[in-house]
């Protein structure tokens, strides 16, 4: 008797263990793009197609992200700075961001709708089944292309902006978008004597 519940207890744990496995398999596996297979276009998000389309690349990508947190500014973060009264910039200044602003958005859109295109076209040729190595290549090829026009469209407009403003705009803009150091020794607001601001903050040694 004592054998039989035994052997049965064993049975049942056996199964336990083997729907646990099964399950733990089946999560181990299951896609992070679950859900995603609804998109019109499977590889760009609404986020990554709306930001294309306004030129400003996709927020997966990053397209300025070398200039940007190495202390480049962004034409379109100084003129929001700015109207939001946070900057401030000569007429001069304003004029010539405007101008670099507007020129780097005439690029980029269409660069954009490009992408937009070549990506549809990638999307389509694998959901109609028609998609060879030859073509598949081709496409892949145009798409990134593409992108790093798009790229250097943005990130060469950043390098253009340390030409324009003044060291102590530069610095400010990063305190604005929080690049900068905790450490007030390392982080002197404009505006403040550089050798006051160390000396009321126990900075000198």
């Not at 181990?28 to 995603?36: K, L, N, R, T």
């Not at 060291?167 to 450490?183: F, K, M, S």
């Amino acid at each position: 008797m004592i054998r039989s519940l035994t052997s049965a207890l064993a049975i049942i744990l056996l199964i336990s263990f083997g729907v646990q496995a099964q399950h733990n398999h089946e999560s181990s596996v299951h896609s992070q793009y679950s859900g995603q297979q609804e998109q019109p276009i499977k590889s760009l998000t609404p986020e990554d197609i709306q930001g294309l389309k306004a030129g400003a690349g996709t927020p997966f990508n990053g397209m300025a992200k070398p200039a940007e947190l190495n202390g480049y500014p962004g034409p379109r973060h100084v003129l929001d700075a700015y109207e939001a009264g946070e900057f401030e910039l000569t007429e001069d200044q304003l004029n010539i961001i405007q101008k670099l602003f507007d020129d780097m958005q005439q690029t980029a859109i269409p660069l954009g709708e490009k992408i937009i295109a070549l990506e549809t076209k990638i999307d389509n040729a694998f959901k109609d089944k028609n998609v060879t190595d030859d073509s598949l290549k081709d496409l892949i090829d145009k798409s990134a292309e593409t992108y790093a026009e798009l790229r250097y469209t943005h990130l060469k407009t950043h390098l253009q902006m340390v030409s324009i403003l003044t060291y102590e705009q530069v610095q400010h803009y990063n305190e604005l978008r929080g690049y900068t150091p905790n450490d007030p020794c390392e982080n002197i607001p404009t505006g403040h004597d550089p050798g006051m601001w160390k000396k009321h903050n126990g900075c000198e040694s």
